[in-house]
């Protein structure tokens, strides 16, 4: 073996010591377990409050299916690797038509679901249709349609109005797997602090069966009015989402998912000085727009930063950015605005601009957040990525920004100057930013090992525009086999070898990234094996 052929062995044997590989394993219905051990402890149904009108001690009459999930969610500084298998366990409700109506929880990484029968005398594999994280709630079917037998043994559920505070409901669950019982609850309030929309509060009227989990639905009149998200038993308490959010999620599209973002930020409006040099009567309240976002619902209305938001839908702003919601009472304006109308309607705001009242009718969408250059990523989907001889290039979203900001705890100077500049790179026309983040020792990058968390500008002198445009300049020949890269820090310039880089990535390959690169964005597959979804 030549010298250069040592080196090149030497610097991947190394590279695969430090960065590990991802081995995927393919998974069936057969082959895996994952069931959750029973607690020990049995609740005893003579201590809860069951009406007399509970029907039989069947599944026909439950209505209730088990959610068993194997989720694997991919490492976003290595993502050409996944962590460990998490296993997860809720309850559904059949709606009809082979529909099973559950909580996302970790559904949307989920690599392999089950549906089975709350004593586990049938289980079967299931598929996501459809789920949205901001409403916390997914839909699935069986995966095969022979398995559809399972549902003969459980009654169906239709979803009923929405509830109002002060309404009286039965929180839906079994005794033993077997038993259904019936546990009255009242909607006390409005809960804003944990998801994305709205929850209700709701408190028990007896004991809550022990051992609750999610996806229990709450009945009135035998139809679902809402799905348990959380609960806390010391206080004998739950948190649900009404039916108007479960109803919004049945009709809308799979694609759809998510609540609407305006696209701006707010501040409130305390300061009396302030809101004299605003123009404001001193009895009024609302919100003063610090910043809109270019491509967000704001700005397509016409609405400017230095404008005041004064209300929505005709319900006026106090001054700390509370109005009423027709449902759950006096809530945050962006709670309102997230639960009001679904994405696809319009929204009419008053607002105030230099002590001129006018109206912006907003159209309903999430463009500040999936099309600004910063964009989020569905949930559930595969990193994108390119390790390039030993480089590792990743597209800037705000997923990776924050997460990256929680992890240290800040950011590096250059993805500062990406997040604070995001108007420039609008009105650059760049689309997605592109990054070096990680460097692994090889032959293609001896002397540029101590690079990382910089932004990539142009590939042999163009300028980058997305990612997919970053991928099909590295892949385009140059006369010499020479590839430049423009970065925003010292050196300022990278060359590499073609050649070079292509036995860099043969060696990579072989040894510790099967693979390379990813540039579209993938969701979770669930069902096969999970090479094939790498």
Same mark, same amino acid.
């Given at each position: 073996?030549?010298?250069?052929?040592?080196?090149?062995?030497?610097?991947?044997?190394?590279?695969?010591?430090?960065?590990?590989?991802?081995?995927?394993?393919?998974?069936?219905?057969?082959?895996?377990?994952?069931?959750?051990?029973?607690?020990?402890?049995?609740?005893?149904?003579?201590?809860?409050?069951?009406?007399?009108?509970?029907?039989?001690?069947?599944q026909?009459?439950?209505?209730?299916?088990?959610?068993?999930?194997?989720?694997?969610?991919?490492?976003?500084?290595?993502?050409?690797?996944?962590?460990?298998?998490?296993?997860?366990?809720?309850m559904?409700?059949?709606?009809?038509?082979?529909?099973?109506l559950? $909580?996302?929880?970790?559904?949307?990484?989920?690599?392999?679901? +089950? #549906?089975?029968?709350?004593?586990?005398? /049938? %289980?079967?594999? &299931?598929?996501?249709?459809?789920?949205d994280?901001?409403?916390?709630?997914?839909?699935?079917?069986?995966?095969?349609?022979?398995?559809?037998?399972?549902?003969?043994?459980?009654?169906?559920?239709?979803?009923?109005?929405?509830?109002?505070?002060g309404?009286v409901?039965?929180?839906?669950?079994?005794?033993?797997?077997?038993?259904?019982?019936?546990?009255?609850?009242?909607?006390?309030?409005?809960?804003?602090?944990?998801?994305?929309?709205?929850?209700?509060?709701?408190?028990?009227?007896?004991?809550l069966?022990?051992?609750?989990?999610?996806?229990?639905?709450?009945?009135?009149?035998?139809?679902?009015?809402?799905?348990?998200?959380?609960?806390? $038993?010391?206080?004998q308490?739950?948190?649900?989402?009404?039916? +108007? #959010?479960?109803?919004?999620?049945?009709? /809308? %599209?799979?694609? &759809?998912?998510?609540?609407?973002?305006?696209?701006?930020?707010?501040?409130?409006?305390?300061?009396?000085?302030?809101?004299?040099?605003?123009?404001?009567?001193?009895?009024?309240?609302?919100?003063?727009?610090?910043?809109?976002?270019?491509?967000?619902a704001?700005?397509?209305?016409?609405?400017?930063?230095?404008?005041?938001?004064?209300?929505?839908?005709?319900?006026?702003?106090d001054?700390?950015?509370?109005?009423?919601?027709?449902?759950?009472?006096?809530?945050?304006?962006?709670?309102?605005?997230?639960?009001?109308?679904?994405?696809?309607?319009?929204?009419?705001?008053?607002?105030?601009?230099?002590?001129?009242?006018?109206?912006?009718?907003?159209?309903?969408?999430?463009?500040?957040v999936?099309?600004?250059?910063?964009?989020r990523?569905?949930?559930?989907?595969?990193?994108?990525?390119?390790?390039?001889?030993?480089?590792?290039?990743?597209?800037?979203?705000?997923?990776?920004?924050?997460?990256?900001?929680?992890?240290?705890?800040?950011?590096?100077?250059?993805?500062?100057?990406?997040?604070?500049?995001?108007?420039?790179?609008?009105?650059?026309?760049?689309?997605?930013?592109?990054?070096?983040?990680?460097?692994?020792?090889?032959?293609?990058?001896?002397?540029?090992?101590?690079?990382?968390?910089?932004?990539?500008?142009?590939?042999?002198?163009?300028?980058?525009?997305?990612?997919?445009?970053?991928?099909?300049?590295?892949?385009?020949?140059?006369?010499?086999?020479?590839?430049?890269?423009?970065?925003?820090?010292?050196?300022?310039?990278?060359?590499?070898?073609?050649?070079?880089?292509?036995?860099?990535?043969?060696?990579?390959?072989?040894?510790?990234?099967?693979?390379?690169?990813?540039?579209?964005?993938?969701?979770?597959?669930?069902?096969?094996s999970?090479?094939?979804?790498?």
């Amino acid at each position: 073996m030549n010298t250069k052929g040592k080196i090149l062995c030497a610097a991947v044997v190394a590279a695969s010591m430090v960065i590990g590989a991802c081995k995927p394993t393919p998974r069936t219905a057969n082959d895996h377990s994952h069931q959750q051990e029973k607690s020990a402890a049995q609740p005893n149904p003579e201590q809860h409050s069951v009406p007399t009108n509970v029907p039989s001690a069947s599944q026909k009459s439950a209505g209730l299916l088990r959610v068993d999930a194997v989720s694997r969610a991919y490492n976003p500084l290595r993502p050409w690797e996944m962590g460990e298998d998490q296993t997860s366990t809720s309850m559904g409700v059949y709606l009809g038509q082979g529909r099973v109506l559950t $909580t996302a929880g970790k559904l949307p990484t989920a690599t392999y679901v +089950e #549906l089975s029968l709350p004593d586990k005398t /049938q %289980a079967v594999p &299931a598929r996501v249709q459809k789920v949205d994280a901001d409403l916390g709630l997914a839909l699935l079917t069986v995966q095969h349609e022979k398995d559809a037998t399972l549902f003969d043994a459980v009654r169906a559920h239709e979803v009923g109005s929405p509830m109002q505070l002060g309404d009286v409901a039965q929180l839906h669950s079994l005794i033993n797997d077997v038993t259904p019982v019936y546990a009255p609850v009242k909607a006390e309030s409005a809960n804003t602090q944990e998801m994305q929309v709205p929850l209700i509060t709701m408190r028990a009227l007896s004991p809550l069966p022990q051992a609750l989990i999610q996806g229990l639905p709450v009945l009135k009149d035998g139809r679902i009015v809402g799905m348990v998200m959380s609960h806390r $038993t010391s206080e004998q308490s739950l948190s649900v989402v009404n039916a +108007e #959010l479960i109803q919004r999620f049945l009709l /809308q %599209a799979a694609d &759809a998912a998510g609540v609407p973002v305006l696209g701006g930020q707010f501040i409130a409006l305390n300061d009396p000085v302030f809101r004299k040099y605003l123009k404001l009567d001193p009895k009024q309240g609302g919100l003063y727009v610090s910043k809109v976002e270019p491509m967000g619902a704001l700005a397509a209305a016409g609405v400017r930063a230095g404008d005041v938001l004064v209300s929505v839908e005709g319900e006026e702003l106090d001054a700390v950015g509370n109005c009423k919601h027709p449902i759950y009472g006096v809530i945050n304006v962006s709670d309102m605005i997230r639960s009001l109308k679904p994405c696809g309607e319009k929204l009419t705001l008053g607002m105030m601009r230099h002590g001129e009242a006018y109206s912006a009718t907003v159209a309903l969408n999430r463009d500040a957040v999936e099309k600004t250059p910063l964009r989020r990523e569905k949930a559930g989907t595969a990193p994108r990525y390119i390790m390039w001889g030993g480089l590792l290039f990743q597209p800037l979203t705000a997923d990776y920004l924050n997460m990256l900001e929680q992890r240290a705890g800040s950011l590096p100077l250059s993805f500062v100057r990406v997040r604070e500049g995001e108007k420039k790179l609008i009105e650059q026309g760049i689309q997605e930013p592109v990054a070096l983040t990680f460097v692994v020792p090889t032959p293609a990058t001896l002397g540029y090992d101590t690079l990382g968390f910089c932004r990539v500008t142009h590939v042999n002198g163009v300028e980058i525009q997305s990612f997919k445009h970053f991928a099909d300049l590295l892949d385009a020949p140059t006369p010499d086999g020479t590839v430049s890269l423009a970065i925003d820090r010292a050196p300022y310039t990278i060359y590499l070898d073609r050649k070079v880089v292509e036995e860099s990535n043969d060696a990579l390959r072989r040894r510790a990234i099967h693979t390379l690169r990813r540039i579209s964005v993938e969701p979770h597959a669930v069902g096969g094996s999970d090479s094939e979804k790498l």
